[in-house]
């Protein structure tokens, strides 16, 4: 399975950005996707996800109320609207894909993306 980024940028304080992930090849075998993200300094955290079927979510409470992650089957594509953006939120934002399930673990992400730049000013 291999997982490509996009959508990240610079922003202010209280914009909006949506990140998209688009997954390819053996899709059939992730059962959830999520979003993780890592600050400079940080160990990397965890988001949101999202069960590839059942469309279940799971947020952290830092981005709970602000975020939003959807996915589009057919497109084989996952979403994460991010509003009310804070410069806390200023971070990579890495896409992943699991085989178990939905997860606030990173250790259960099977496949990763490379990673999209987020950075919110003050």
């Known amino acids: 399975v291999q997982l490509q980024a996009s959508g990240g940028g610079l922003v202010q304080a209280g914009g909006s950005l949506r990140l998209s992930c688009a997954a390819s090849?053996?899709?059939?075998?992730?059962?959830?996707m999520g979003w993780f993200r890592q600050a400079p300094g940080k160990e990397r955290e965890f988001v949101a996800a999202i069960h590839w079927i059942i469309g279940r979510t799971l947020y952290a409470d830092s981005v709970k109320g602000r975020f939003t992650i959807s996915r589009d089957n057919a497109e084989n594509t996952v979403y994460l609207q991010m509003s009310s953006l804070k410069p806390e939120d200023t971070a990579v934002y890495y896409c992943?894909?699991?085989?178990?399930?939905?997860?606030?673990?990173?250790?259960?992400?099977?496949?990763w993306g490379q990673g999209t730049k987020v950075t919110v000013s003050s």
């Open positions: 090849g053996r899709t059939r075998t992730i059962n959830a």
């Open positions: 992943a894909a699991s085989k178990v399930g939905v997860s606030t673990n990173r250790y259960d992400y099977d496949y």
